[in-house]
Nanobody, 129 residues
Framework: EVRLLESGGASVQSGGTLKLSCLASGDTISAYTMSWLCQAPGEDRAGIAGLDIDGTASYAEFVTGRFTISRDIAKNTLYLLMSSLQPEDTAMYYC???????????????????????WGQGTQVTVSS
């Protein structure tokens, strides 16, 4: 089990950029398939991006070209760089982890909430027009 703590959420203007962080503890993220998911008010949680233990990344179509998932293993931290933000990106953003021997970015594309066992508490992103 890995414990996750997101940060970096904020209120920004349309077209702005944010970088979310997810600090892990209890285990190393290098042993997990990591992901970012979001949940807008009244909507189901949706996968945004995933990252395999070998560094392979995948993105949901609606964020491709705008968002970048990355990690710093030494800091045990996952990141999501979000650019060209739009009001429809307003949501709570969560990072999640799944053991790499059970889930990969190919087997869970885009990342499906049901596939990920460890979750952070979320960080709010609000984009105004």
């Amino acid at each position: 089990e890995v414990r996750l703590l997101e940060s970096g959420g904020a209120s920004v203007q349309s077209g702005g950029t944010l970088k979310l962080s997810c600090l892990a503890s209890g285990d190393t993220i290098s042993a997990y398939t990591m992901s970012w998911l979001c949940q807008a008010p009244g909507e189901d949680r949706a996968g945004i991006a995933g990252l395999d233990i070998d560094g392979t990344a995948s993105y949901a179509e609606f964020v491709t070209g705008r968002f970048t998932i990355s990690r710093d293993i030494a800091k045990n931290t996952l990141y999501l760089l979000m650019s060209s933000l739009q009001p429809e990106d307003t949501a709570m953003y969560y990072c999640a982890a799944a053991p790499a021997d059970r889930v990969t970015v190919l087997s869970s594309y885009p990342p499906a909430p049901k596939d990920f066992s460890d979750w952070g508490q979320g960080t709010q992103v609000t984009v105004s027009s």
